[in-house]
Each structure stands twice: as structure tokens, then as C-alpha cells.
């Protein structure tokens, strides 16, 4: 059965024995003060108790209250005093929150006019809480204080020792010296910053001063910033276990003076040695430590410049051999093009195929590393990109790479040499290649997901290539009908590709397609991995042994010149007398003109668009200054002949880009 108590307060004032309610508080307040228990009913008429003394008649007793309160407080702090106790030193002020709990929320008339009208007018009355911790002060810590700084110095000390001592006792007690004035509004920091901070200063600038003076005797100079270093963040979380926030730049630019600016002519002298061997780690560890202390930086600085200056000057000494290198690399005959280009995009093919036997990855990747030293020497950087593109698209479609890792690796290291301009469609190439494994993929559960099964009766592999990035748009056009064979697996893959890809157009390029075709009517069978229009011609044999040139013609719908080609490559091979097991048809190569007239076609757009830009920024400029500038804009991709910079500029003068000036034919005006 559950008993409740009925709990009422009289607020009317009334005569109240002072001893016997005083006696009553004092249990209560004693057994706070001792952590003991106090049953609710009981804190309640506590309540009840003080609002009657504050109120009571014929008089309030709130005066004789607070004074006899002020003795209690006082008496039990000179107790702890002569045992000289510290620890646990505040669970005394659990009764001054409650008594000031009280003061805040029980204001009457009477509480007015003793809080203003005490009994000595030279004293002022004080927050019960104040009070409180006003006692605590000066009858606690003040007569400690010697013994108390000595202690916690000393513990603190330990800790930079390495020992581990009560964190949570000395925290409290360094904070007590900031609490017992936390009432006050001016200076609340006053009484802990001379009482502890100043001696804890003294001591921590004392302990590191021998502490830099034993690291700089057992380590060299880069050993010795970082151990200083390590010193300044231990102290830094030192500051923040123990001290007050107000108290954690001081701490530390006290380290900083005495491991720091005691030791600039230490550390200055070493400064030199390190930039010069540009020991990087060493010089950021410097450059840490000597930014926070003032007349640290500007000495590195110096030596920083010196060096810079130093190394310049030693670069430019060796132009006379750059250019001789330059000079070597880009020869040509004359009136002859320089073969440089063209023969390093042949040697990175070389590397870069599987038929590059003997060599392990590693000793690939090294190649192509001193190739990049080659390649930075080359002016004419634009033909090695359309050499190197058109030999890249040859080894991915035909499956020729050595692996994607190096494919990838390659392109990387032009980048870096070049910029992401410069190797834009080449990036582009190789992801073309992921898309479209991830494409056959796809396209192969399309046909196992159809509601009719579809066989496709071969073995069918595609690439999807974007149209602007890949190097296929000077082909020779011609037309071609598919062999029956491979006719559904191509109707399929286009219903499955505008299924996925509206808007798209594919265009088949079946001159580059290439397929594995069985010969059976030999003694024994041999595969042949022939082109797309060698299969076309092959397969016209199923029915008869003899076809006629005429026949041929009808069943691919090849022009002349492009079956006359298909049907010699097939006579040179000689396939009825090959040992191996599986031989490929020659395919067309690459031609060397084409290449060479693509090249000059992209330098003339190229300089076009250069020849804009600048007039878009300049909007007036003489010949010679544009003809100077195109020059500077161009020559990380090729060295323009002033030639084809005229014909470039007398290009857009016709397509009213720019327009000579009427004042002087020497002066070229942009048109917006």
C-alpha cells in the first residue's frame, strides 16, 4: 500500500523558534556537506524552515540566519584546514548551490531588506555561494598556498616526466583557484593568475630550458625539431587536462622561447645546410618552429632566396647543353621533316605490344620513363600525337596491347609532360575500351533475356568508339554488304544499342572489324584471323570452288579499288603454304602522308583559333608583336613556320575574324 505525505508551506509570517530551526538546518546541512543521504521529504521542510526564518514574526530572523550560516562554513573549512586536507576538495560547495538555490528563489520583502540592510554596513553581505567560497579562499587556500603550488608543480612535472598522476585531483584544485572568484565581474582571473599561472610559468619556461639543453647535447639539428616539435603538442594537451583556456597560449609561447628563440643561432646555423640539400621534411619542421617566435623567418628566408638565386643560375648555365640536346633531336635534312616525332611514337609502339618479348612490365615502365626525357626535347610534339593516337587505336581494337595498366600508365606520363589537352582523346580512347566490355556484357543477357531464344550462331564482340576522340575519320568510304553470317548478330546489337542509347547513330567501320574464319577443305584445319572484307570474299567459297571476279563484286558490294586491295591481300598471304595453325590476312597500314596532311590541317586550326583568342584579349595589334605571340602560344606543340602563321592570319582577314587597320596595313583589328 503506497502512503502519500501532503506537503503545505504557509507563507503567512508567523513565530518561529530560531535554536529549534536552526538545529533542524544544521543536520541537514551537515549531511550535504557529507554526501549523506536526505530524504526528499526532509529537503522539503528544509525549504519550509528557511522561508519561515527569512519571514518570521515579529521579526525576520534572516540576519541571524546568514550570520550563523557564515560560522558553520567557517568552522567547517578550519576542521579540514587542520587536517590538512585536500582531496575531494569540493564536495563542501554542494551546500552552497543549495543555499543559494534558496537565496535566487525564495526573494520576499524581508530577504530586500536584509540583503541591503545588514548588520555591518562596512561589510557587505555575500551570495551564500560567495560566501562560501570567499571562506574556502581565505581560510583554505591561502594558508596552503605555499604547500599546494609546490605539490601541484611537482605533480605536473611528473607528468612531463612520464608518470601518471590523478589527473582528476589536480584539474580540480588548479580550477578551484579560478572558481572561488567566478562571482566576482572584474579580474574574475585575477586570484588564479597570481596564485598559480605565474609560478606554473616560471617553472615550465625553468624545466624547459634544461630539457632543450639535454636534447640539443644527444640530437643532431633535424632530430632535435622534431623532439621539439613532439615536447610542443604533449604541452599542448598538457595545457588542456590541467589549466584554464586563458592560460594555453601563454603556456606554450614559454616552450617556444626557451627551445625555440634561446636557440635561433643553433638553428640558423643549420638552416643553410638544410635548404641546400632541400631536405624537405627538415625544412617544413623549421619553418614551423621558426614562424613562431619573432626574428625567426626572415633568416630562412634569406638563405631560401640565396639558394633559389643559387639554382637559376646554375640551370641557365646548362641552356648551352639544352639546346644542343634540342638541337640534336629535332635534326632534318633540308627541305626534308624532321622523323623524330614519327620514330618515337614507332619505338613506344614497339614497347607497348605484346610482340615485345624479353621484357618484364617493370622494365617497360623504364623505357617509357627515358622516353618522356627524349620526348620533352621534341618540338613538333603534334606528330607525335597523331603518330602515337593512330598507333594507340590499332593496338586497342585489334587487342595488340601489351596490358591497359601500361596503355594507361603511358598516357599518364604524357599528361604530365603535356597537360590534360594534350592527352584528352587519348584518355578518352581507353575508357572507351571498359565502356564497351562493360556494352557486351550487357548485350549478351539481352539476347539470353529475350522472349524468343536467339541464337546468334557466332562468337560476336563489339567496341563502341566516340566518333570525335578516336583518329578514324580519314578512312577510305566504301560500300559493303555484310556477309549473310553476321547479318542478325549486327541487326541485334542495334535494336539492343537504340533500346538503351536513343538519339545515338552507330556507324558500322567494317574495314577495321576482324574475325576468325575455319578452313576445312585442307588435309588438316586451320583457323585464319581475317578482315571483315577478307571474310566476305572468303565465305563467297562455301558454295563453289571458283567465283568470279564479277560475282565477287555483287555479293560484298565492294567498290573496284577497294576488292582489288581485299582480294591481292588475300593471293600475298599464301595460306595453303603456312605452317602456323592460325595466321592473320594483311590489313591495310597506315599511310604516312595521311598523317602528315592530318597534322597540317590541325596546326591550321590550331593557329587559327590561337590568332583569335589573341585578337579577342588585345583587340589591336601590330604583325610582328601577334606573329610573336602566336609563336610563344604554339611552341609547347610544334615551332610555326611565319609562313603558315600569314596564311593562317590572310584565312581569317577572308572570313572577317580580324581586318587590317585603315591607318596602317602593319596592324591587325579584331571583329567582334
Not at 118 to 136: H, K, Q, S
Not at 379 to 392: I, S
Not at 456 to 470: E, H, P, R, T
Not at 531 to 553: C, R, W
Amino acid at each position: 500500500k503506497l502512503l502519500l505525505r501532503s506537503h503545505t508551506m504557509s507563507l503567512k509570517p508567523r513565530v518561529v523558534d530560531f535554536d529549534e530551526t536552526w538545529n533542524k538546518l544544521l543536520t541537514t546541512i551537515k549531511a550535504v556537506v557529507m554526501l549523506d543521504y536526505v530524504e526528499r521529504a526532509t529537503w522539503n521542510d528544509r525549504f519550509s524552515d528557511i522561508y519561515a526564518l527569512c519571514v518570521a514574526y515579529p521579526e525576520p530572523l534572516g540576519e541571524k540566519l546568514y550570520t550563523e550560516t557564515k560560522v558553520f562554513l567557517e568552522n567547517h573549512v578550519r576542521q579540514l584546514y587542520k587536517v590538512n586536507t585536500i582531496h575531494h576538495l569540493w564536495e563542501i560547495y554542494l551546500i552552497c548551490y543549495l543555499l543559494n538555490f534558496i537565496k535566487k528563489n525564495k526573494l520576499t520583502e524581508a530577504d530586500l531588506q536584509y540583503g541591503y540592510g545588514g548588520v555591518d554596513m562596512n561589510e557587505p553581505l555575500m551570495e551564500i555561494g560567495e560566501l562560501a567560497l570567499d571562506m574556502w579562499r581565505k581560510l583554505m587556500i591561502e594558508p596552503l598556498q605555499a604547500v599546494l603550488i609546490r605539490m601541484l608543480l611537482n605533480e605536473v612535472k611528473n607528468d612531463r616526466c612520464g608518470e601518471d598522476p590523478n589527473q582528476k585531483v589536480i584539474h580540480g584544485v588548479i580550477n578551484s583557484f579560478v572558481h572561488v572568484e567566478q562571482y566576482k565581474k572584474k579580474f574574475p582571473l585575477k586570484f588564479y593568475q597570481e596564485i598559480f599561472e605565474g609560478p606554473f610559468l616560471t617553472k615550465t619556461g625553468e624545466y624547459y630550458k634544461q630539457e632543450a639543453s639535454n636534447l640539443l647535447q644527444e640530437s643532431n639539428c633535424s632530430q632535435y625539431m622534431e623532439k621539439v616539435l613532439g615536447r610542443l603538442k604533449d604541452e599542448e594537451v598538457r595545457c588542456r587536462k590541467y589549466l584554464h583556456p586563458s592560460s594555453y597560449a601563454k603556456v606554450i609561447h614559454e616552450c617556444q622561447q626557451r627551445m625555440v628563440a634561446d636557440h635561433l643561432q643553433f638553428l640558423h646555423g643549420e638552416c643553410q645546410n638544410i635548404i641546400r640539400q632541400e631536405k624537405r621534411d627538415d625544412m617544413a619542421n623549421m619553418y614551423t618552429l621558426l614562424r613562431a617566435v619573432s626574428s625567426g623567418l626572415p633568416h630562412m628566408i634569406q638563405e631560401l632566396q640565396v639558394h633559389i638565386h643559387d639554382e637559376g643560375i646554375r640551370a641557365t648555365s646548362n641552356l648551352s647543353q639544352e639546346n644542343a640536346l634540342t638541337s640534336v633531336v629535332n635534326h632534318r635534312e633540308p627541305k626534308s621533316i624532321c622523323k623524330a616525332p614519327e620514330l618515337l611514337a614507332k619505338y613506344c609502339d614497339n614497347l607497348l605490344k605484346k610482340s615485345a618479348k624479353g621484357m618484364t612490365e617493370n622494365e617497360v615502365e623504364d623505357k617509357l620513363t627515358s622516353f618522356i626525357t627524349v620526348f620533352k626535347y621534341i618540338d613538333d610534339k603534334d606528330v607525335f600525337q597523331k603518330f602515337y593516337a593512330r598507333m594507340l587505336a590499332k593496338r586497342l581494337i585489334h587487342g595488340l596491347s601489351l596490358s591497359m595498366d601500361s596503355e594507361e600508365a603511358m598516357i599518364n606520363k604524357l599528361k604530365q609532360a603535356c597537360g590534360y589537352e594534350f592527352t584528352s582523346k587519348l584518355h578518352r580512347m581507353y575508357t572507351d575500351m571498359s565502356v564497351s566490355a562493360d556494352l557486351n556484357n550487357k548485350f549478351n543477357n539481352f539476347i539470353k533475356t529475350q522472349e524468343s531464344p536467339v541464337e546468334l550462331g557466332i562468337s560476336f564482340q563489339i567496341y563502341v568508339l566516340q566518333a570525335g576522340a578516336w583518329p578514324l575519320t580519314h578512312v577510305p568510304s566504301s560500300t559493303f554488304a555484310i556477309p549473310q553470317e553476321l547479318e542478325k548478330s549486327v541487326q541485334m546489337f542495334e535494336l539492343f544499342y537504340n533500346q538503351h542509347f536513343s538519339g545515338r547513330k552507330l556507324t558500322w567501320l567494317h574495314y577495321l572489324c576482324t574475325g576468325e574464319v575455319k578452313m576445312n577443305y585442307l588435309s588438316k584445319p586451320y583457323v585464319a584471323m581475317v578482315t571483315t572484307y577478307q571474310m566476305a570474299v572468303l565465305l563467297a567459297f562455301n558454295n563453289s570452288e571458283t567465283v568470279g571476279y564479277k560475282e565477287l563484286q555483287d555479293s560484298t558490294q565492294m567498290n573496284e579499288k577497294e576488292l582489288q586491295k581485299t582480294i591481292k591481300s588475300l593471293l600475298d598471304v599464301k595460306m595453303l603454304n603456312h605452317d602456323s595453325q592460325k595466321v592473320r590476312a594483311g590489313s591495310s597500314l597506315l599511310e604516312m602522308e595521311q598523317t602528315r596532311s592530318a597534322v597540317d590541317e590541325d596546326r591550321k586550326m590550331y593557329l587559327q583559333a590561337a590568332i583569335v583568342r589573341i585578337m579577342k584579349a588585345r583587340k589591336v595589334l601590330r604583325h610582328n608583336a601577334l606573329i610573336q605571340e602566336v609563336i610563344n602560344q604554339s611552341k609547347a606543340r610544334f615551332n610555326p613556320s611565319i609562313s603558315m602563321i600569314k596564311k593562317c592570319i590572310e584565312v581569317l582577314i577572308d572570313k572577317q575574324y580580324i581586318e587590317r587597320s585603315q591607318s596602317s596595313a602593319d596592324e591587325y583589328s579584331y571583329v567582334a
